[in-house]
């Protein structure tokens, strides 16, 4: 195809005008620029930084020594184990309830487009703005929360319960959009296949599992992708729902903490280099995956 | 043709194959259709309901009693959270969210565009690039960023701390590479044939790209827009960290999450009544656009 489309545009070529290949390099280069101004020579600065202990208008070289404090800071291990728990716990309950919307969707007919449009108001409302309203919710006064589920517990004290409401209001955000990924995949699904498949007499679990799963592959490991990335660097519900306190404490939240609240900025450096190599590491083994059909695709080589 | 013992065979085989199937009547399967989509709508609103009817109680009941239909109701919290400014944060969230989006989607389209279907050496890695650069954790950034403000003060007198600039910057950044993912998408999806036949007819490839490509783009530089416009107004850490106080250029999501700490009184009424305020015209954005975000967000999810 490329070599196709190249030999067309030189015998085409008309001698006025921008060049393809200037073209394409000048069309690049404020995008790319710009990211590397604004977020690649960030990153760079940060790791430098780590490397130093700062003090007010002095800096001293400590090597690795603020990575070595955070291995033996147990406030770290915390963030850590805080950010895991939510990470795992919030991206399951998304999954399994974003499928379960996801299929009662694509079953319905009447009231199908009210549900796609409604489907969209918990991902529209800014998560700083639903965590304050969950955290209200949840608040022994007025005591929402606990009114309708007959209990008396103490949601923004107690840290594990705490830590099960920030889930919960996660998980209220975003399964939803979980849902319409997996819907739109879901809708790439022929119908035939459900029901030669019903014809050879298999049940629809048999038929979920053996269609629906398979086939749905690509949109579940983007939805898992994208979700799993945001609940590793999520700030905005621990924050809102306990400030800096330890109990929600994640990885973000913590780094963010001697950024700004407490400066200290070696090691906090430190800490946001660890959350940006955790990040990114779990998004490159995703996308190593998968990334060769999407990045493809959107190149247009599928046609190759 | 098969004699009448044969297909009695056929018959009996299949119907072992089968399972004896305890058919749902249609009736009952619409009615369970129907509460399904009746449970996913009642998940996506009632936080929102909860919400609005909270925002409108006041007094001392409206504070210690669950039941949201308890009053008195007024529009006290609504005349408070005005005076409080509430609304300077709703014009700084539109304004940095315009800004943004129009400086991202312009840039992004370009990039998109040449990579989509200009001769580019590296397209794959670029696009693996980009891909990656959308999982980029925004709290690697606050540090650098602040020093890079404080540096950019001492050299030019140009504060970008508490400054609309200030955000807009690392907004762009961060949106970048989704945008660019997007529209490389959908510049690929535009035949080719009608550019050719375009520079056939004398147009230099930029005539072609600007007359002919881009207003066939727009539902995808539309989907980018709005996704980048959303994740400007939804944007907490990096607007926390950059103008936390100053309500000139405070943003919703500050102003929102960061409320207990200002009052001494419980002010659920007043927190709720700016939720109210800001949630509604999103819906509202949301539910016109609908189209336009869900092919935005599934572009690349349903492909592969």
Avoid at chain 1, 160 to 171: H, K, L, R, T, Y
Avoid at chain 2, 189 to 205: F, L
């Amino acid at each position: 195809m490329a070599t196709i489309s190249r030999g067309t545009s030189r015998e085409g070529r008309v001698r006025r005008g921008l060049g393809e290949r200037a073209m394409g390099r000048i069309f690049l280069t404020p995008s790319f620029a710009f990211m590397a101004v604004i977020a690649l020579f960030p990153v760079f600065y940060a790791v430098v930084v780590s490397l130093y202990r700062v003090r007010g208008f002095n800096s001293e070289f400590v090597g690795l020594g603020n990575y070595a404090q955070a291995l033996t800071d147990p406030d770290f291990y915390n963030a850590v184990l805080n950010t895991l728990v939510f990470t795992v716990a919030s991206v399951t309950l998304e999954f399994v309830i974003g499928m379960g919307f996801a299929l009662i969707m694509h079953q319905a007919f009447v009231g199908r487009g009210l549900t796609r449009a409604v489907i969209l108001v918990p991902w529209v409302i800014p998560t700083a703005v639903a965590a304050q309203v969950w955290r209200y919710m949840f608040d022994h006064n007025p005591g929402f929360a606990n009114a309708v589920l007959g209990a008396e517990i103490n949601w923004l004290r107690d840290p594990a319960w705490s830590m099960v409401a920030i889930i919960g209001a996660d998980v209220w955000k975003t399964a939803p959009f979980v849902a319409l990924l997996l819907l739109a995949g879901l809708q790439t699904i022929p119908g035939d296949y459900y029901e030669a498949a019903e014809v050879d007499g298999a049940g629809p679990i048999q038929r979920f599992w053996s269609i629906t799963l398979p086939l749905l592959r690509p949109a579940i490991v983007v939805a898992l992708l994208f979700r799993t990335v945001d609940a590793l660097r999520m700030f905005d519900f621990a924050y809102v729902f306990s400030g800096y306190s330890n109990s929600l404490a994640t990885l973000s939240v913590y780094a963010q903490r001697f950024l700004i609240a407490e400066p200290r900025l070696g090691y906090a450096n430190a800490l946001s280099t660890l959350t940006f190599v955790v990040v990114m590491l779990v998004g490159l083994a995703f996308i190593s995956r998968m990334g060769r059909h999407m990045v493809g695709d959107a190149a247009g080589e599928g046609e190759r | 043709m098969t004699s009448r013992t044969e297909r009695n065979e056929i018959a009996r085989v299949v119907g072992r194959a089968r399972r004896p199937r305890r058919k749902v009547p249609p009736a009952l399967a619409n009615a369970l259709k129907i509460a399904g989509l009746a449970v996913v709508l009642l998940w996506c609103l009632f936080p929102f309901l909860w919400m609005a009817m909270t925002s409108l109680r006041t007094g001392a009941d409206a504070l210690t009693d669950p039941n949201i239909l308890r009053g008195p109701f007024n529009l006290d919290n609504y005349r408070q959270v005005v005076d409080l400014g509430f609304h300077f944060a709703l014009r700084n969230s539109l304004v940095v969210a315009a800004l943004t989006t129009l400086i991202c989607i312009p840039v992004a389209s370009l990039a998109g565009y040449a990579l989509a279907r200009l001769p580019l050496a590296g397209k794959f890695l670029i696009l693996s690039v980009t891909l990656v650069a959308t999982l980029f954790p925004p709290v690697a950034l606050v540090n650098p960023l602040y020093q890079m403000y404080l540096r950019i003060d001492e050299w030019t007198g140009i504060s970008l701390l508490n400054s609309y600039a200030g955000m807009v910057i690392p907004y762009v950044a961060l949106t970048l590479p989704l945008a660019v993912f997007i529209l490389t998408t959908f510049f690929a999806g535009i035949p080719k044939e009608i550019e050719e036949s375009a520079k056939v007819d004398g147009a230099t490839p930029f005539q072609a790209f600007w007359r002919v490509v881009v207003p066939l783009a727009a539902p995808g530089v539309g989907a980018a827009a709005i996704l980048t416009f959303v994740y400007a107004t939804n944007e907490f850490l990096l607007a926390f960290s950059f103008a936390p106080r100053d309500l000139n250029v405070q943003t919703v999501p500050v102003f929102i999450g960061t409320f207990q700490r200002v009052g001494y009184e419980n002010p659920i009424g007043q927190v709720m009544a700016a939720s109210v305020l800001v949630s509604i015209p999103l819906i509202a954005f949301a539910l016109i656009l609908q189209r336009r975000i869900v092919a935005g967000l599934t572009s690349g999810a349903v492909k592969g």
